[in-house]
């Protein structure tokens, strides 16, 4: 007998996105049932429609630049950041220039090559718990996770990685990534709620996977309490893994006060690892509009590119800190990623120095 899905065990929570075809004719949603959730999910729509529009014109822009594409050109030796700059009150803030930022590599001030503020196309995946202790929360963090798809860059690359103590990819077989909220859809609306929790190895798949990515921007988005009690690797390990990546992780923490193994502090450390945020909602219904933040998040950030003054490739780990200012805005902080690791180049001995034989 087949597994009924989360949406036929609670059809009262179920709604669906249609007619959405092209992004510039705008969205046109059908919501089944009068909550106070689903109220929120059409605000949060409503909000993202003007990010949907601008997308449009940036995207036209930059197809026809003499490039023809949409990653940046680049050297063995450039370091590229992106950095979501906000004000006192946490909002994000857009129009500064190369002049505004200051970047710092283990607190030598770095000279800034190249500078953007464009709304490139990404690849990101979305990391779905979909253990025991989320049945009673999935069919909202579906509606929240499709949310975040419509929301975002129509170019993106998307894909899903569904787990519990076993991990596997959402989207149908054979396909590697998608921009198509049906396919989206599919891939995560076949789940089932049941089982421990293997999030180290659903992070880590994730992360291996985008490497398949066109795109240079990579960007997971986890949806979890944080807890672990069926992975084969470590937090260690996966840390290591995010921070070699370059990709920006963002947290949403859902928790169940009946749940012993829920981890807030293993999501913050992600976020904060790679220059993403965590956020722990106070209700389910507040899921849609974080979505809904991230994909503007996303779209919103700043592009900055260095050449290190530290040439020595040593594989060591190298401190970033990014400063912004301008004095009219007021106070600002950027996030970024933490630091990231140098590849490691090993150099001939010469001949003649101590312990080399020149006959071997």
Same mark, same amino acid.
């Given at each position: 007998?087949?597994?009924?899905?989360?949406?036929?065990?609670?059809?009262?929570?179920?709604?669906?996105?249609?007619?959405?075809?092209?992004?510039?004719?705008?969205?046109?949603?059908?919501?089944?049932?009068?909550?106070?959730?689903?109220?929120?999910?059409?605000?949060?729509?409503?909000?993202?429609?003007?990010?949907?529009?601008? @997308?449009?014109?940036?995207?036209?822009?930059?197809?026809?630049?003499?490039?023809?594409?949409?990653?940046?050109?680049?050297?063995?030796?450039?370091?590229?950041?992106?950095?979501?700059?906000?004000?006192?009150?946490?909002?994000?803030?857009?129009?500064?220039?190369?002049?505004?930022?200051?970047?710092?590599?283990?607190?030598?001030?770095?000279?800034?090559?190249?500078?953007?503020?464009?709304?490139?196309?990404?690849?990101?995946?979305?990391?779905?718990?979909?253990?025991?202790?989320? *049945?009673?929360?999935?069919?909202?963090?579906?509606?929240?996770?499709?949310?975040?798809?419509?929301?975002?860059? !129509?170019?993106?690359?998307?894909?899903?990685?569904?787990?519990?103590?076993?991990?596997?990819?959402?989207? !149908?077989?054979?396909?590697?990534?998608?921009?198509?909220?049906?396919?989206?859809?599919?891939?995560?609306?076949?789940?089932?709620?049941?089982? *421990?929790?293997?999030?180290?190895?659903?992070?880590?798949?994730?992360?291996?996977?985008?490497?398949?990515?066109?795109?240079?921007?990579?960007?997971?988005?986890?949806?979890?309490?944080?807890?672990?009690?069926?992975?084969?690797?470590?937090? @260690?390990?996966?840390?290591?893994?995010?921070?070699?990546?370059?990709?920006?992780?963002?947290?949403?923490?859902?928790?169940?006060?009946?749940?012993?193994?829920?981890?807030?502090?293993?999501?913050?450390?992600?976020?904060?690892?790679?220059?993403?945020?965590?956020?722990?909602?106070?209700? /389910?219904? /507040?899921?849609?509009?974080?979505?809904?933040?991230?994909?503007?998040?996303?779209?919103?950030?700043?592009?900055?590119?260095?050449?290190?003054?530290?040439?020595?490739?040593?594989?060591?780990?190298?401190?970033?800190?990014?400063?912004?200012?301008?004095?009219?805005?007021?106070?600002?902080?950027?996030?970024?990623?933490?630091?990231?690791?140098?590849?490691?180049?090993?150099?001939?001995? *010469?001949?003649?120095?101590?312990?080399?034989? !020149?006959?071997?």
């Amino acid at each position: 007998m087949r597994k009924m899905t989360i949406f036929e065990r609670q059809p009262e929570k179920y709604f669906s996105f249609c007619a959405l075809g092209d992004f510039r004719t705008g969205m046109r949603i059908a919501v089944a049932g009068n909550n106070l959730l689903l109220r929120l999910i059409v605000l949060a729509v409503l909000i993202a429609l003007p990010y949907i529009a601008q @997308s449009q014109v940036i995207s036209s822009q930059l197809q026809n630049s003499s490039s023809g594409g949409y990653t940046l050109r680049m050297n063995a030796n450039l370091v590229i950041l992106s950095a979501t700059v906000v004000d006192r009150h946490n909002a994000l803030v857009s129009g500064l220039d190369k002049n505004d930022f200051q970047v710092y590599e283990d607190h030598v001030l770095q000279h800034i090559n190249d500078f953007s503020h464009e709304d490139l196309p990404v690849t990101v995946g979305l990391v779905i718990d979909n253990s025991g202790s989320m *049945e009673s929360k999935l069919p909202n963090v579906v509606a929240a996770a499709l949310l975040f798809a419509r929301s975002s860059n !129509p170019l993106d690359q998307m894909f899903v990685v569904n787990f519990n103590e076993h991990v596997s990819f959402g989207l !149908p077989v054979g396909i590697l990534f998608t921009n198509r909220p049906d396919q989206l859809q599919l891939g995560l609306s076949d789940i089932q709620a049941i089982g *421990e929790i293997a999030l180290y190895d659903a992070l880590a798949m994730a992360l291996d996977h985008l490497n398949q990515g066109n795109y240079d921007k990579k960007v997971l988005i986890l949806i979890s309490d944080g807890g672990d009690n069926a992975s084969k690797r470590n937090l @260690s390990q996966v840390i290591e893994m995010a921070r070699h990546s370059g990709a920006i992780i963002y947290a949403i923490g859902i928790f169940d006060e009946q749940d012993g193994d829920q981890n807030p502090d293993v999501l913050r450390r992600f976020a904060k690892e790679t220059g993403g945020e965590a956020f722990f909602p106070k209700s /389910e219904m /507040e899921i849609a509009l974080i979505c809904v933040r991230i994909a503007h998040d996303i779209r919103n950030q700043y592009t900055i590119a260095y050449v290190p003054t530290i040439h020595n490739q040593d594989g060591g780990y190298r401190v970033i800190d990014v400063k912004v200012s301008s004095p009219a805005r007021g106070h600002l902080s950027a996030r970024t990623r933490a630091g990231y690791f140098v590849p490691l180049v090993l150099s001939a001995p *010469e001949y003649g120095t101590v312990g080399h034989d !020149p006959h071997n």
